[in-house]
DNA sequence: TCGTCATTCAATAATTCTATTGAATGACGA
DNA sequence: TCGTCATTCAATAGAATTATTGAATGACGA
């Protein structure tokens, strides 16, 4: 390594970050993992990918100061190393969002431009909840919906949500958040509610936010 | 470019600002940048880079949205594109800061680690100057200077402070700023003033995060 | 102690990124 | 129209990043 001036070197150690943020799947990883640690072999299941990869990616994030591990046994569980990490993926976010029209482009060409895709903010939500106006549904996977939720949130998984839907009331309203703001799965589930003749909208952003933003979170019973 | 789904077409796009921001060199630019917009040749002499370099690194930053271009005759000046990018760049930053123990070793190993580095904040200084307890200094280049500076600051570059210091009461503490807030040269005159037996400390940050926090900004009159 | 299993490491080829060089573009002023 | 100058483009070589494969490590339980 070359000698650095103490500008080069802060600058560099600034990069390692953001080139660690800059990785498509390393950036699910950290979405993932912003619902709750996961071991590196549960992780890999949840995002296709083979084991020895993103064992890799999440050594890069670690070396980055992104992601912290325990070791439990045999496992070893990773998870972020701190809530600065969540702002900073958000503000990356927020960049992209404002700046590439194709992030809008991607959304409104894959689903139904023509619906209103406004979504309902948490202060919203918390309103029409309290005077039982709306059903309020998590989409994530049951694993991640008992790590934490919404409270008086139903955890209907993108799968089950047709069965659902054809045993409840179709003219309530629904809100359906899943794992952040850009998470596809409450695109789609509010696109399925929809098909089906079935009010709904999205959360404004998902449950990692939702417990960043200070509110209530109910977590499943330990057995 | 292969079929994606919508999800991994955002991530994508997610991950083009981060890989934009991971850099050391581009980091360095949008600090810069922050302080006003510069022509590619301009930048390029700021940061001792050949023009074709610069020229490459400024069109990555705008493809990812971070940085915009107009064109001025001969000149295309650069840009940041908004406040999110500032806003995007600290929280990398804090990540760094709160995560890699590298970057305080750097900083505290270049100077001297004896002496008291704990900044001022904004709203300290701004006691401090309304009770005139303090000389505030702007040690960055007289240009950045003119293009906007906390009012009542003085402007002495970093090459200036032995003689400007030899010329002034030793006995008033001095307080340094420059462009961010890692930014060297706040270091480097606080580190100068106090072997020169004058008392000095650094505000916490620099330009344009005061501005960004909404304080007032003085401009240098136009000629 | 040994086998099992989660994780990491090492080696690789393919791809992407980077800095440099020199030529091309495009706008201004003579 | 031509020369000048700021900027961009194109081509290159070198370096870094990535996904894949299979082997090594390290902890548990039998």
Not at 11 to 25: M, N, S
Not at 68 to 86: I, Q, T, W
């Amino acid at each position: 390594m070359s000698i650095r001036n103490p500008k080069q070197a802060l600058y560099e150690q600034f990069a390692i970050v953001a080139k660690a943020l800059g990785h498509p799947l390393r950036l699910e990883m950290i979405e993932h993992l912003a619902q709750g640690a996961r071991s590196v072999e549960a992780l890999a299941a949840k995002l296709g990918q083979p084991v020895a990869n993103i064992s890799q990616h999440l050594q890069a994030l670690r070396r980055a100061g992104i992601v912290s591990a325990e070791r439990d046994g045999k496992f070893v569980h990773y998870s972020l190393a701190d809530d600065s990490v969540l702002s900073a993926f958000a503000s990356v976010r927020g960049v992209a969002e404002r700046r590439l029209a194709e992030v809008d482009r991607i959304v409104r060409g894959y689903f139904d431009a023509r619906d209103d895709m406004r979504p309902v903010t948490r202060g919203e939500l918390q309103t029409l909840m309290r005077d039982g106006l709306v059903t309020l549904i998590d989409v994530r996977p049951a694993d991640e919906f008992a790590l934490g939720h919404v409270p008086g949130a139903i955890n209907v998984p993108l799968g089950e949500i047709k069965a659902w839907s054809a045993g409840t009331d179709a003219s309530k309203e629904v809100v359906a958040y899943c794992r952040g703001p850009w998470c596809v799965m409450s695109f789609e589930a509010v696109a399925a509610l929809r098909s089906l003749g079935h009010p709904a909208r999205r959360l404004e952003d998902g449950m990692p936010e939702w417990k960043a933003a200070g509110l209530p979170v109910e977590v499943a019973d330990r057995e």
